[in-house]
């Protein structure tokens, strides 16, 4: 990616968090601060639209179209990068707007940034990746001809973007743990990472079909499996962007004993699940974590 509002800073800092939640079971805890490798677009949003967008205006497409929830963070970085490129950029948003209510934060930051917002029933958008679904659902967004990003940015140019992340990790962990939506960023991290490494998903949703995504995904990408990764499921606190009150005030704990601002939707959970796993037992003595700081507040 060549235009200057669009470089990186990778590699993004990996630096170690003493945790006394971590130490006294005699794990080391690194955090991977991929939330600094770009001002606007950080962590795996960068990794898994930068190729997209290469692609895109390779091609020539000067307009975007994607998908995603009324909380969306990959709506809001596609958002951030169509103002930043000077490409049009459409939103499909999952659920009917409520006519006479205002945007929330999320949605509201995308149509600041220029995003034409399309709002469609659920059950029609659970159908988005039927192909006449498909085109019904770009027509009535005024986006055919538009350079399609799916949901999350999870394709198979994505994971060569999201490979770059384990790729830098390469011997600096046994276990490289990252919350997962879409399972894109895992799918790419496992590649990336060296012989001996294992990626660990924390899911933010229920529902625990995100193995086979992953599978196929990594089958697009790679032509098969690629690296190691596992799941660890159970701690999705109640479904997206669910933040009960026990998440919120470890949220703010690890804040305050860390210095670290921490995203809510993704990273909490991921941090949460961590240190659960931690307390269990389910890391031997010796391990040494990196958790992937995704996203920021």
């Keep these: 990616m060549t235009h200057p509002e669009l470089q990186p800073r990778p590699p993004s ?6 945790d006394e939640r971590f130490t006294s079971h005699g794990v080391r805890l690194l955090l991977k601060r991929d939330d600094l490798v770009h001002p606007e ?23 975007l179209v ?41 949605l509201a930051r995308c149509a600041a940034d220029g995003m034409r917002l399309h709002f469609v029933a659920r059950s029609e958008y659970r159908r ?3 192909p006449e679904v498909l085109a019904r659902l770009l027509d009535g967004a005024g986006a055919d001809g538009a350079f399609v990003v799916p949901e999350g940015g999870s394709n198979a140019l994505a994971l060569t973007g999201c490979a770059d992340l384990g790729r830098e990790l390469r011997g600096a962990a046994d276990v490289v743990a990252v919350a997962c939506g879409t399972g894109g960023t895992l799918a790419g991290l496992a590649a990336g990472l060296g012989p001996g490494q294992r990626a660990l998903g924390v899911p933010v949703l229920a529902g625990g ?20 990764w596992d799941l660890a499921e159970g ?7 669910r933040v009960p009150t026990a998440l919120e005030a470890f949220a703010a704990g690890f804040e305050s004993r860390h210095g670290l601002p921490v995203e809510r939707i993704y990273v909490a959970k991921l941090l949460w699940a961590l240190t659960e796993l931690t307390a269990s037992g389910a890391f031997p003595r010796g391990t040494t974590l990196a958790a992937v700081v995704t996203g920021r507040p």
């Design 66 to 106: 994607t998908f995603g929830g009324a909380y969306s963070n990959h709506l809001r970085a596609t958002a951030a990068a169509g103002r930043l490129l000077g490409m049009d950029t459409v939103g499909v948003v999952r659920g009917e707007e409520l006519a006479g209510r205002p945007l929330n934060d999320s």
């Design 235 to 241: 701690f999705h606190h109640g479904g997206y962007a």
């Design 209 to 228: 079909f995100l193995a086979a995504e992953i599978r196929s995904l990594q089958l697009a990408a790679f032509g098969g499996p690629a690296g190691e």
């Design 13 to 18: 800092p990996l630096v170690e968090a003493a």
């Design 128 to 130: 988005k990746a039927e």
């Design 41 to 63: 677009l950080p962590g795996n949003k960068w990794r898994k639209l930068a190729p997209n967008l290469r692609a895109a205006l390779e091609a020539g497409h000067d307009r």
